[in-house]
């Protein structure tokens, strides 16, 4: 009880003092009388919630103004309203994705891959081992490593567009293909 006993006689009058400015402040950011009112309330009671400190701030009226700024945005983020994506601009599911079609031309374009970079495709990309691990095996540096993955796919993305006759639009790097053998 001596806390807010302390509280109401130096909370008082300083809130008195700077009540009509930071609703100002909040009724300018708002331009809602009745929601800068609210929240004057609520800043005021997030003041009173810190009755043991407020009166010994150094700066008290910096720190209700940054309180304010803090309500305001937790105000924008619970205003936020989300729409309703209408049924007829939704994408229909149109069946198996053009990359998994791939799938059986895969192996024929790995094996027309230079044994390294299959390897290190297959160890980094179908089986998703940990590049780390991979570069250590090899005694390289996990830069190294990289870089030579990064050629690897590439040389993999050539062979798949000269073996597997891959087309690619402006939505996806692979769209459909032209033979599998």
């Not at 130096?10 to 609210?38: I, R, S």
Request: hydrophobic fraction near 40%.
């Amino acid at each position: 009880m001596p806390a807010i006993k302390a509280f109401n006689t130096c909370m008082t009058p300083f809130w008195l003092q700077h009540q009509a400015e930071l609703y100002h402040f909040l009724l300018a950011k708002t331009a809602d009388p009745d929601k800068a009112a609210d929240l004057l309330q609520e800043l005021f009671l997030k003041a009173r919630a810190n009755a043991e400190t407020f009166c010994e701030m150094d700066y008290p009226l910096s720190w209700l103004y940054r309180a304010a700024r803090n309500l305001l945005i937790d105000e924008h983020r619970l205003g936020k309203t989300f729409v309703e994506i209408p049924a007829e601009l939704t994408r229909e599911d149109t069946g198996d994705e053009p990359v998994s079609l791939l799938a059986p031309c895969l192996p024929e374009t790995l094996q027309a891959l230079p044994a390294d970079a299959a390897w290190l495709i297959e160890q980094c990309d179908i089986s998703r081992r940990p590049q780390q691990e991979i570069a250590d095996e090899l005694n390289l540096t996990l830069s190294a490593l990289k870089s030579r993955l990064l050629r690897a796919r590439l040389s993999l993305k050539e062979k798949l567009v000269e073996l597997c006759g891959i087309e690619a639009d402006e939505t996806s790097p692979v769209c459909c293909h032209k033979k599998m053998h």
